[in-house]
């Protein structure tokens, strides 16, 4: 949502630079301001910055030389900063101090997806409340009055929100680039993949500038079940880690709970702390090669951890101490070792070479950790942890290709999203840890590191509690959190193993088979709009107010569209009920999405409940859901397994058109299809146009349909109001266009 300002009224103008709708202009008293067509004000760049400490920055007060300013598009306009100092920065403010400030960082201060009160380097963020080191982060903020400002840089810098409608950075660098982006305006070439207006077009022209997510494999969206320690909790014959992968999964199969991978957390290797020989433990994993080969027979991708630390007594270690690469000893929380420096190009290579060695026995992508717990000094974080992804990514897409892996970190920088998708850290065990994890999920989405997932009922669990940690209360809650994250991933093991004690005698088995088989089932629509993420750089998990221009959606922490059909609303405490804000803008109605009875109105609030076996999710008018079985992975015991793809729609007579591009095909071998809902009211019609494509099935819902008590007849026969049609057979698989009258 924009705001405009009056133009501020201005005794002379320096130089401006203008192109299309948007002019900036540099003022006699050294500030930027970017207005809409010369007469309201959208931007105030009311301070650049300047000094030798970032402590002592002030603004420049005489700007002669080092200052460039000029349109690169209609809607970015790119500032040079390059002076004798130090460091340089910029500050933002608004008229209002209401106005809210979104970005730079995954983890939710506060709880809150905004940065109020917020100040902090661009760096990890460390042990803090709900979850510890979620650590995504991106130079990138972006302002409710409708703009987006990114600093296009790797150098350690800190920003600064703790005035009211203030946004401050400052960064170490006498050179410094940042970009001012303004809503793109809609052009007669605009794609159903690209955006128009608003900041969901900030978003894709800061990724354009910076760097989109790669289309991930289906395997690495889940369902992914792992331990954290695999060489620990063993239950019947099993006695070594390569034994006890297998037993999880045996029991996936036994149970018919649908997934695609599993990964190796340290230990796994014969090294100190089992790493830093790039190897597997002989005891723990005696054939390492075929175990991986079975695990792919049986649908299965495998990853392991990795981590730029040399732990004492490794190859690892001994090949960079003898050669310098080490950073000095810093004392690194848990003796877990120093990080060498990756800007020796002798070092990254040797490194690069030595991982070379896991995708060569099989495995898919890595679980990449670390980076920010003082095995190298604050200032290189950004840097090195951004080279460690370019040598991992490396070792992989030379083996597999591009999407043929999938790695993820938690530590990762902007360009990074490129090359590594992210897990929000060590989440609690408890709901604060859930809470502030939807919210981790939300802000991730900000800074467009849109592939996330979280460790579904927390990472850090304390059973000396007593009580089972997690509770199969919040077990079950973040459970139906993550069907509805682009990843679901889930940690057993170490007596945290569904179908053994001390949860064998609850629901949580079941609940976690109920939340896995949907996550499988909506793969297509997740699928789809990962594949429109690498496009454009939206993310999956997004904002309301990224859908909704609508003043109330701006203070909601949890709650969130998927995609831009579903509008999710996990609860988060204890309880079975919670309230849900419906936002205005992108859907005058909502319709509960499950039992597709109970229908509310954009602009209210309702309390909503659920019990265990159910989330609060609700469908947009004219929504258009692709789901099915398109993806096998361990379902093994489907004998004839083949794809099954069918369509969910919503028609209404409020939205004459809707469009949803689905994506066909694995990584960047596959192709759009853009399916159609048309209705007119007039004559009571309802049409879905496969676009001759090939689906098994079509469920027409008919629930916002207003005429209560009519029929709606099709070729065979009639549905009453709110009961599903469906079409398959020759109907759907030679992609006809379908039709319904009222």
């Not at 010369?38 to 300047?50: C, D, E, H, M, Y």
Request: glycine letters at 8%.
């Amino acid at each position: 949502m924009v705001r405009l300002r009056p133009l501020l009224t201005l005794t002379a103008l320096l130089p401006s630079a203008v192109l299309g709708a948007y002019k900036i202009t540099l003022t006699p008293f050294n500030t930027l301001l970017v207005t809409n067509g010369g007469t309201s004000l959208l931007v105030n760049n009311s301070a650049i910055l300047s000094g030798p400490q970032n402590t002592t920055v002030t603004p420049l007060q005489n700007i002669t030389t080092g200052l460039s300013y000029t349109f690169l598009t209609p809607s970015v306009a790119k500032i040079t900063l390059n002076t004798s100092s130090a460091f340089h920065g910029a500050r933002f403010t608004s008229s209002s101090p209401s106005t809210r400030f979104f970005g730079v960082w995954e983890y939710p201060f506060n709880g809150k997806i905004d940065n109020e009160g917020v100040a902090f380097d661009l760096k990890g963020v460390g042990n803090e409340v709900g979850i510890n080191w979620s650590n995504a982060r991106a130079p990138f903020l972006l302002s409710s009055e409708g703009y987006g400002v990114y600093t296009d840089t790797l150098k350690m810098g800190s920003y600064d929100f703790t005035k009211n409608g203030e946004a401050q950075f400052i960064f170490n660098s006498s050179s410094l680039v940042y970009y001012i982006i303004l809503p793109k305006l809609p052009t007669s070439n605009s794609t159903a993949s690209s955006t128009a207006g608003g900041l969901k077009s900030v978003i894709e022209q800061y990724t354009a500038l910076s760097a989109r997510s790669e289309m991930p494999p289906t395997s690495g969206l889940g369902p992914t079940f792992w331990s954290d320690d695999f060489t620990l909790d063993f239950h019947g014959s099993v006695s070594n880690a390569q034994e006890n992968i297998q037993d999880v999964v045996n029991h996936l199969y036994y149970n018919q709970i649908r997934a695609t991978s599993t990964f190796a957390d340290r230990p796994f290797g014969s090294g100190n702390r089992s790493w830093g020989n790039f190897d597997f433990d002989p005891v723990q994993y005696p054939d390492p090669e075929a175990f991986i080969k079975n695990l792919t027979d049986y649908g299965f991708d495998f990853q392991v951890w990795v981590a730029n630390r040399a732990q004492k007594g490794t190859k690892l270690f001994n090949a960079s101490s003898a050669n310098d690469w080490l950073f000095p000893d810093d004392h690194p929380q848990g003796a877990l070792g120093e990080a060498l420096n990756l800007s020796i190009p002798e070092a990254y290579k040797y490194f690069e070479g030595q991982l070379e060695y896991f995708p060569s026995v099989g495995v898919k992508g890595y679980k990449i950790d670390r980076g920010e717990e003082g095995e190298m000094p604050d200032y290189v974080q950004n840097e090195q942890i951004t080279l460690f992804i370019d040598l991992a990514y490396q070792t992989m897409v030379s083996k597999f290709g591009k999407s043929g892996f999938y790695s993820f970190a938690r530590s990762a920088v902007d360009r990074s999203r490129a090359k590594t998708h992210v897990w929000n850290g060590d989440s609690h065990a408890d709901f604060t840890g859930l809470a502030y994890s939807v919210a981790s999920g939300i802000r991730s989405g900000l800074i467009s590191f849109g592939i996330w997932g979280s460790d579904t009922g927390g990472y850090s669990r304390d059973s000396a509690l007593g009580t089972l940690s997690p509770t199969p209360e919040l077990w079950a809650r973040w459970m139906w959190f993550s069907a509805f994250s682009p990843v679901y991933e889930l940690m057993l093991g170490t007596n945290h193993t569904p179908w053994y004690a001390p949860y064998e005698n609850t629901s949580t088995t079941a609940i976690m088979k109920q939340t896995s088989n949907l996550h499988a089932d909506l793969t297509p629509y997740i699928k789809a709009y990962a594949h429109q993420s690498s496009k454009n750089g939206l993310p999956i998990i997004r904002a309301l107010f990224l859908e909704a221009e609508d003043e109330d959606a701006w203070d909601t922490t949890d709650a969130y569209f998927f995609g831009s059909e579903l509008l999710v609303a996990p609860i988060v405490t204890n309880g079975s009920e919670r309230e849900v804000y419906f936002p205005k803008g992108p859907s005058a109605r909502y319709l509960e999405y499950f039992d597709k009875n109970e229908i509310y109105e954009a602009g209210t609030t309702a309390d909503v409940s659920a019990n265990l076996s159910s989330i609060p999710v609700f469908v947009k008018e004219g929504a258009i859901i692709p789901r099915g079985d398109v993806f096998q992975g361990n379902a093994k015991w489907i004998s004839n397994w083949t794809p099954e793809l069918r369509l969910e729609v919503f028609p209404s007579w409020e939205v004459p058109e809707s469009r949803f591009v689905y994506y066909d095909g694995e990584g960047e071998n596959g192709r759009e299809v853009e399916f159609v809902l048309r209705t007119e009211a007039e004559i009571g019609k309802i049409t879905v146009d496969l676009r001759g494509f090939k689906v098994d099935a079509v469920e027409v819902f008919t629930q916002f349909i207003e005429d209560e008590g009519e029929d709606v007849q099709s070729g065979r026969g009639k549905t009453k109001k709110g009961k599903v049609t469906k079409f398959s057979g020759a109907e759907t698989s030679e992609g006809r266009v379908l039709e319904l009258y009222l």
